[in-house]
């Protein structure tokens, strides 16, 4: 959170790179801190306004995969437990070069679809590569999230996550925004 207040932007958050120390108290941690900071851009460079590609896909949001601007939302995004990762391709392995498309394809599966104003952000290339995921992933295949039943998902917790995972950046709350989020108070743990 640090960075991200000060308008600095980490491109390597990962699980590797998040270190906790675990309590026995009501929370599960008295500690979290992020490490490495070898890709870390002020949030206004010309790297974020321009969409330079960062991180491994399968842990970035979609914006990032399109090549589109970025903030301090971007690594946001993390939906994983263990060797987990919902947006991991099933069908290919890293390092193919259609893994991307992949990656964007499972978020858009699962968080979709895009809204109409990112058109204002995105290339036409971008656009067309949007209308090729509507095609191939319709409404019918995709799994929405936010429909997920209740006995799946903990509510607050799926609205929770839903905040998080906005194909839009521009829609994401910040990290300072997340940590004052009624979930967190909820639970007894932001008060």
């Known amino acids: 959170m640090f960075i991200q207040v000060r308008s600095f932007q980490s491109t390597n958050v990962k699980p590797d790179n998040v270190f906790v120390n675990y309590t ?19 949030a206004d ?9 960062i991180g491994a896909s399968m842990w970035t949001g979609p914006e990032v995969i399109m090549e ?18 919902l947006f991991r391709p099933r069908t290919i392995p890293c390092g193919h070069e259609q ?19 990112y058109e204002e952000i995105a290339s036409q290339e971008t656009v067309t590569a949007i209308l090729y995921l509507m095609h191939k992933i319709p409404c019918a295949k ?7 039943m209740e006995r799946e998902r903990v509510k607050r917790a799926k609205e929770f996550i839903g905040k998080i995972m906005m194909m839009d950046w521009r829609d994401k709350p910040t990290v300072k925004e997340l940590l004052e989020d009624e979930w967190f108070k909820e639970d007894g743990m932001g008060e």
């Open 24 to 42: 026995d108290s009501e929370v599960g941690f008295s500690d979290v801190q992020l490490g490495d900071f070898g890709g870390t851009y002020p």
């Open 68 to 85: 589109t601007p970025w903030n301090t939302a971007t690594d946001i995004c993390l939906i994983y437990g263990g060797n987990f990762n």
């Open 45 to 53: 460079s010309k790297y974020a306004k321009e969409g330079t590609p």
């Open 142 to 148: 995709t799994r929405p999230f936010r429909r997920t």
């Open 99 to 117: 893994y991307e498309l992949e990656v964007l394809k499972r978020q858009f599966q699962y968080f979709g679809p895009f809204p109409v104003k």
